[in-house]
């Protein structure tokens, strides 16, 4: 398969060139991530600028907080921080599912809205929403705000481990099933989706079509607190990660070969992407594009190299997400645009431009 | 040099006028109040009021209150400045919490309806009292809205005096709807995607606006808005078909009688269609008892139902 074999070549002239390049890359990264959280804390419909931002989180952590100030409080540390520290979380654990997902498949087209997790993350959700009051109403106090990421996360678990025992076969996973397997079972989730949207109220049905296009807008510190251990794991996970998902580019035989745990490895990479996009769909609806964008863009720039790649990605993913997410609430404030648009419009173009640059890839 | 001190007098006096009617302006008792969703808040301020969903915004402007609006939201569609002259905060199920607090509000006083449900949970921790006014669409419903509306805004006689007088319209449309017999079947249709309709079922608006104007609603069997297909709609045999004016309206008559299964019913035989400005149908508002009247004497013509007395916020 042609991608084994440019990838092969590619980790062949690897040279200290690169790692040097993707040390810089990764500095500049953490930088950039710093500007925009900067910059996501001191933008926004309201007039408060960079100062302010400061003196809020400077008076809070000092356990001062004037009464005049209680709007600016309210503003930056109840509102922006929430939103900004949601924001790192979701990108980081879109963009770092984006690439393990395509380590797994080999293949640079997987991303977890295209091949249909999000949509099984977001079934589950939406039975979360929709079923839970309706059926079970006692263990959703029960288990409180912890149904909907648990949910999420099994919904996406099943969809990844489907598409993976659809599209493997001896070893070996087909691009093209996999895309095709992965469209029937968005196109699945998504009808039990509808079916759960019809049966819903009037109230529900408004609420579910702006939650499906994603939203950052309802961050709050407990949300935030609820996914950052959902996306820990994957990322302290990392360093064990890199290289063998680097060994698993050659082929799962000759991984093998190189005394790579193949199949723990590839349970860890289903379980961690499960994990991201359950607990970012549980947070803030589906949001797509970040998962492919992102570590094309880095793979442009620090080649193929997992260790680099992984950290990068989550870097930027987070820093694309809060760009989007200043996007989403500055461009028609004091109303909001829901995120998955902004990404939507960012990415589906990005992605057009990719199969039009790098078309053999596909060839189904 | 005599004009001048006129002028100066006449300056002064300006100023003390307009501190007087700052004053009188902002109620200075702080008020606690027991909202829609039962949470307490305390009112203090109401001079710069958000008015999140259209029949707040109505109630506000019925009580001569829309100085004190600082912003609206989308579903605020009558009166048409409303939305003119005030920032738009977005539709009301997807208010951004930065954005509504950005217009630097005092109050905000939204409808039931308000969502995302996390963003109004934002916005209730907030500095800003967030008000939810209590809603059932019905005539009492409404009056206790608008007696809401009045007491949160520091104006509870005018609210008094203004669901007074709406609860004696909806009597007075009663009275003379006594004297009539029947009661066609009338069939919502929210609205027909191509030839995908949706129609009202029980518990919704439209069905309570069929019951005020005394006829009676073809779908009953679910409940919200629904599609239906067009056997429901034979069998449902609906006399009337009721539906919202759409702006740059091409005439929705012609294609719906053209639609196989309506054209089997005796609405589509008899060719009988109503519609109606869908706020103004469907917003249970101040305006809710005249949308009633008109309703009722397109769905009784031969009653000769007379038309209320005109109000100064109907018009």
New interface residues.
Partial sequence: MAIAESKSEEIAVLGGDRRRTARLVIWLLVGGLALAAFLSLSI????FTPGAAWEAIWASLRGASGNEA??R???IL???LPRTLLGIIIGAALAVSGVVLQGLFRNPLADPGLVGVSSGAGLAAVIVIIGIPIFLPETARLIGPYALPVAAFFGALITTTLLYRIATRAGRTSVATMLLAGIALGALAGALTGYLT?LS???Q???LT??TMG?L????ME?VLISAPFILVALISIPWLADRLDALLLGEAEAGHLGVEVQTVKRLAIVIVALSVGASVAAAGPIGFIGIVVPHLLRLGIGPRHRALLIGSALLGAILLIGADIVS?TA?????L?IGIVTALIGAPFFLWLLLRRRSLVDL | MGSMKGLQQGRRLLVMAMLASAALMQPATAATITDGSGRQVEVTDTSRTVAAGGSVTEILYALGLQDRIVAVDTTSLYPAAALAEHPNVGYLRALSSEGLLSVKPTLILAEADAGPKDVVGQLQNASVPFVTVPDEASPEGIAEKIRFVGKVMGKPSEGEHLAATLLADFRSLEEQLAKVNDRPKVLFILSTAGDRMMAAGAGTSADEMIKLAKAENALTDFAGYKQVNGEAIIAAAPDVILMMTRSGAHAPGEALFANPAIAQTPAGRNKRLITMDGLYLLGFGPRTAHAAATLAAKLHPDAAIAPLPERPWTK
């Fill in positions: 926004g419909a309201t007039g209680a709007l409080d309210t503003i109840d509102i922006r019809y109220d009037d109230q049905l408004r609420d702006f939650w939203s807008g309802g961050a709050t949300k609430r028609v404030a004091p109303a909001e829901p």
